[in-house]
């Protein structure tokens, strides 16, 4: 009991972190209808700048908690520059093909970036908590792995609150319901969009910076956490951020199940097969709403 208790309690987190990187699919597709199929390489940019900045800054009294904040911002300018370079262009000419190859163009470039100024070795990331693990309902958990439950459960509650209580956040709201109608309000749909990128790409980096420490930073890591994020967010649905979260769940907890009582070779195989289910039998997701176009 105890062991299927850690492998689901290790499961969730590892979940967590899949739904915080889906969360910021839901974010794109709510403001824009497009994804940014370079999530991945935003966290992995947020692991390795955040292992720069604490190198640099530790020195000058900076900690791990202090840059937080300049990772944040970090991946808001990114994500920024990928909707302006990436995603705009396309939207104007109408292109439906057009932010799918370029944001993954543009997520292959970062990747290479990233691989000739750190290296393509991964990289340890000094964790902020201590290592070992603690007595936790039962079972031995790291400090990390709460702290990333609990911090991308505060990250996606915190923008859901700016969507509700803010007049900015409504503004994303309308402009996800009727484009169109929230320009004719005066509503800068163009601005909307570059934020909704922003904030995605912000979200993405500081989970980079929150599981790098339970792993390891390096290049390579952003490609199957951002793939894996996208089938959690087809499987919860794009339009429900409840349903994003119970979907990270079940593939992280599936994944760790089937590992351990299975095979690691074949840890990867469950989740797949539930997306290509919920893709046949209920394509909008478990908890997403199928949206009908007037046309």
């Known amino acids: 009991m105890d062991v299927l208790q850690q492998l689901v309690y290790s499961g969730i987190a590892l979940g967590m972190i899949y739904a ?3 969360f910021g699919y839901q974010l794109t597709f709510a403001a824009s209808d497009t994804l940014n199929f370079g999530q991945g390489e935003a966290l992995m940019l947020g692991a390795l700048v955040g292992l ?16 937080l904040p300049l990772v944040a911002v970090f991946g808001m300018l990114q994500g920024a520059l990928v909707e302006r370079i990436g995603v705009r262009p396309a939207i104007k000419i109408k292109s439906e093909f057009g932010w799918i190859m ?9 990747k290479n970036v990233a691989e000739n100024v750190w290296g393509r070795d991964a990289i340890k990331f000094p964790s902020p908590l201590p290592e070992s693990p603690i007595k936790f309902l039962g079972a031995n958990i790291l400090p990390m792995e709460i702290v990333v439950i609990v911090g991308a459960l505060l990250m996606m509650l915190a923008v859901e609150l700016f969507n509700r209580r803010t007049i900015y956040g409504k503004a994303v709201v309308a402009t996800f319901n009727d484009r169109d109608a929230a320009k004719l309000m ?12 922003a904030l995605s790409s912000a979200a993405a980096a500081l989970a980079g910076v929150m599981i790098a420490p339970l792993t390891l930073a390096g290049a390579q890591m952003g490609a199957v956490l951002g793939l894996k994020a996208f089938a ?40 797949l097969v539930l997306l290509l289910l919920v893709l046949a039998i209920k394509p909008a997701g478990l908890f997403g709403k199928t949206a009908v176009k007037k046309v």
Request: no cysteine; aromatic share 10%; hydrophobic share 50%.
């Open 232 to 271: 959690v967010a087809i499987i919860g649905g794009l339009s429900s951020g409840m349903g994003i979260i119970i979907g990270g769940i079940i593939l992280g907890v599936t994944e760790t199940l089937t590992g351990f009582y299975i095979s690691t070779g074949y840890k990867d195989v469950p989740g």
């Open 186 to 197: 005066g509503i800068n749909t163009g601005m909307v969009i570059t934020f909704a990128y």
């Open 52 to 67: 720069t900045l604490l190198q640099k800054l530790e020195p000058a009294g900076l900690n791990y908690w202090m840059i």
């Open 102 to 110: 370029s944001t993954i163009a543009l997520g292959i470039i970062f």
């Open 20 to 22: 915080v990187i889906a």
